[in-house]
C-alpha cells in the first residue's frame, strides 16, 4: 500500500527564504506525482505535475524535483512571500488494473513572515 | 470561468436524513472524483468515475453512493447521514485515468452531521 509522508507538518520562516519541501512515497512505481496548494476553507489548486519520466518542473519561483528510486520529491519555493503561506501537499498517482490511484500526504503547512 | 462548481458550500444535517451534494465540472474531463478531507488524515477518495456511465468505489465508499449520467454532473449521495460522516468534500476532475491526470478541485462542502 502506497503511503506519502509529508515532513515538516508545519513551518515558519522570514519573508525572502528559499524554502524546501519535502515529500516521500514507499512505492516508486508512480505514475506521476502533483503538488497542490490549499488556502483555508479552500479547495486545492494544482501547483506543478511531474510525470515519471521527469526530474523536474518549474514554474515561476516554484521548483520541484522527483527521484522516484528514492521515493522522494521536493518542492523549492523561492523568495519565499507572505502570500505563500498555505499547505501544501503532494499526491502520488499509481496505476492499477481498474484505472489508476492517488494518494495524498497530509501536507506541511507554510506560514511565511513579514 | 471553467472549472468546478460544488453546491452547497456548507450543509448541517440530522442524523438519518438523506443528502446529495452536487459537482459539475464545465472543462469536458473524463473522470471525475470525490474526496473527503479530515484533520489528520488527509484528502481519500470515496467514489471514482472514469468516463460518463461508469463509477467505481475508492478508499471509504461505504454509506455513499454516486452515479454520472453525463460528463459534466457527478453528485455523491449520502443515504443515511451519520455523525463519522461530517467532514469536508472535495469534487474533482482529471482530463482521463491514462494521460496527464491532473486533477483540479472544487471549492468544496462543508457538512456536518448531528
Known amino acids: 500500500k502506497q503511503e506519502v509522508t509529508q515532513i515538516p507538518a508545519a513551518l515558519s520562516v522570514p519573508e525572502g527564504e528559499n524554502l524546501v519541501l519535502n515529500c516521500s512515497f514507499t512505492d516508486s512505481a508512480i505514475y506521476n506525482l502533483q503538488w497542490f496548494r490549499q488556502d483555508p476553507g479552500k479547495g486545492l489548486t494544482s501547483l506543478l505535475l511531474?510525470?515519471?519520466?521527469?526530474r523536474e518542473q518549474t514554474s515561476g519561483r516554484l521548483n520541484a524535483s522527483l527521484d522516484k528510486s528514492s521515493g522522494r520529491s521536493t518542492l523549492y519555493i523561492a523568495a519565499s512571500q507572505p502570500g505563500d503561506s498555505a499547505t501544501y501537499l503532494c499526491?502520488?498517482?499509481?496505476?492499477?488494473?481498474?484505472?489508476?490511484?492517488?494518494?495524498f500526504g497530509t501536507g506541511t503547512q507554510l506560514k511565511v513572515e513579514l | 470561468i471553467a472549472g468546478i462548481t460544488q453546491a452547497p458550500t456548507s450543509q448541517i444535517l440530522a442524523a438519518g436524513r438523506r443528502m446529495t451534494l452536487r459537482c459539475t465540472q464545465d472543462?469536458?474531463?473524463?473522470?471525475m472524483y470525490w474526496y473527503r478531507q479530515d484533520l489528520g488524515l488527509g484528502l481519500r477518495l470515496i467514489h471514482y468515475?472514469?468516463?460518463?456511465?461508469?463509477?467505481g468505489k475508492g478508499e471509504v465508499p461505504d454509506g455513499y453512493s454516486v452515479s454520472r449520467a453525463n460528463t459534466d454532473d457527478f453528485p455523491l449521495t449520502l443515504a443515511s447521514a451519520v455523525p463519522s460522516q461530517t467532514s469536508v468534500y472535495f469534487c474533482a476532475s482529471s482530463v482521463g485515468t491514462g494521460n496527464t491526470g491532473e486533477l483540479f478541485f472544487g471549492e468544496g462542502s462543508r457538512l456536518t452531521v448531528l
Open positions: 511531474i510525470q515519471s519520466s521527469q
Open positions: 499526491a502520488v498517482r499509481v496505476l492499477t488494473g481498474g484505472g489508476n490511484k492517488l494518494t
Open positions: 472543462m469536458r474531463h473524463n473522470a
Open positions: 468515475s472514469n468516463t460518463a456511465g461508469t463509477t
